[in-house]
């Protein structure tokens, strides 16, 4: 068994934390990783706070163990994706851990769910930005290197973010980027993390709410299929993602630094279900195929990173969470202990 202060001070049995995906980390996905151990995170992406209530409690129906709740801090094309009811509704349903990411949120939003008893984290790119969270009150840091999949604020890799952060921060720091197996959360471990974060590995499980066909490039393509772009975002525009390639990136590559005008007339690429709501995907739509969408994928945002190219196979997500810890454990003690002697 691998103890961390993460395993200490979240009652988990492994360090294993599932990246908050917006569309893709719904219940199934949040359970399955908590029931397994590790610390499931909830990613409400543009829900509204009723949704996010029903989303909670839905989880709560799948397991007793701790779960987190993900929020972006960013005003997109969808409005504020989070609002301070947000926040109350983890407070009302009493949520262990509140991760931001992109923006720092409000100090009040820290102090009121600190004070309520959840632990905030946040997802941080660079060390100033960490080191700013921290002097707010925040509790652990997610440090996020560049070769994440999704949005991206990656100052530099994780072999070197890691260790800058781990070095100068005094709250435990949870490793996310390229972290697909055990020989990689025995690096990061080695690197001073407390914990890994992991997104790109779990689009490819059974519980992810990913369509098929998303699934199935993640699993097809290599490591140089990945690319950081900011092509996508009619909804978000300007924001850099590492994404898989496909047609539309490829055509937009060595232009991608912004976010293409929308063309006129209108150009949609496919649909999929927001809520209740039909939503017809504008060209360069930076929302992620769910099993309903349908279009053409050579045109849609299929967000992942280099770790794709370590991903072989679509699993359950309890199995994924068991063979990375014990993979981790083999390479600690026969690997890295052995080199000792
Ligand atoms: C499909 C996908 C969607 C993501 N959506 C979010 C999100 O909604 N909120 C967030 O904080 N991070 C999001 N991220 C970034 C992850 O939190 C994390 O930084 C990343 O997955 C870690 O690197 P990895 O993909 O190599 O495991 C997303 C990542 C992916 C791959």
């Not at 499931?40 to 779960?67: C, D, N, S, V, Y």
């Not at 809520?275 to 360069?284: A, I, L, N, S, W």
């Amino acid at each position: 068994m691998i103890h961390t202060r993460l395993t200490g001070e979240y009652d988990l049995t492994v360090p294993f934390v599932s990246a908050g995906m917006a569309f893709l980390s719904l219940p199934p996905l949040v359970a399955a990783v908590s029931n397994a151990g590790g610390l499931g995170m909830l990613a409400p992406g543009p829900e509204p706070p009723m949704a996010l209530k029903q989303l909670i409690q839905a989880t709560r129906q799948l397991t007793i163990r701790p779960f987190g709740v993900d929020f972006i801090v960013e005003t997109t094309g969808f409005g504020p994706l989070t609002v301070e009811q947000h926040v109350e509704v983890c407070i009302e349903e009493r949520v262990p851990v509140v991760v931001f990411f992109w923006h720092l949120p409000p100090v009040s939003w820290i102090q009121r769910l600190k004070s309520s008893g959840t632990k905030v984290w946040l997802q941080a790119g660079s060390l100033e930005r960490a080191q700013e969270a921290v002097a707010a009150g925040i509790d652990a840091i997610v440090a996020q290197g560049s070769e994440a999949g999704g949005h991206n604020q990656g100052a530099a890799g994780l072999f070197t973010l890691l260790p800058v952060m781990t070095g100068k921060l005094s709250v435990p720091v949870i490793a996310a980027g390229g972290i697909a197996d055990g020989r990689g959360v025995a690096a990061a471990l080695a690197l001073g993390a407390e914990g890994v974060w992991v997104g790109t590995r779990l689009i490819a499980s059974q519980e992810a709410n990913a369509h098929q066909e998303y699934k199935r490039r993640v699993v097809a393509v290599r490591e140089s299929d990945i690319a950081r772009t900011c092509i996508f975002g009619p909804e978000w525009p300007d924001a850099p993602m590492r994404v898989i390639r496909n047609r539309v990136v490829n055509e937009w590559t060595g232009r991608d630094t912004k976010t293409p005008p929308q063309p006129d007339p209108p150009e949609f690429i496919g649909t999929m279900r927001l809520g209740d709501q039909e939503y017809r995907m504008p060209k360069f739509a930076a929302v992620l195929p769910t099993p309903e969408t349908t279009g053409d994928f050579e045109e849609m945002c299929l967000a992942a990173g280099e770790s794709a190219g370590l991903v072989h196979e679509i699993k359950p997500a309890a199995q994924i969470v068991t063979e990375m810890m014990t993979e981790a454990e083999r390479v600690i003690a026969d690997r890295l202990v052995a080199l000792l002697s």
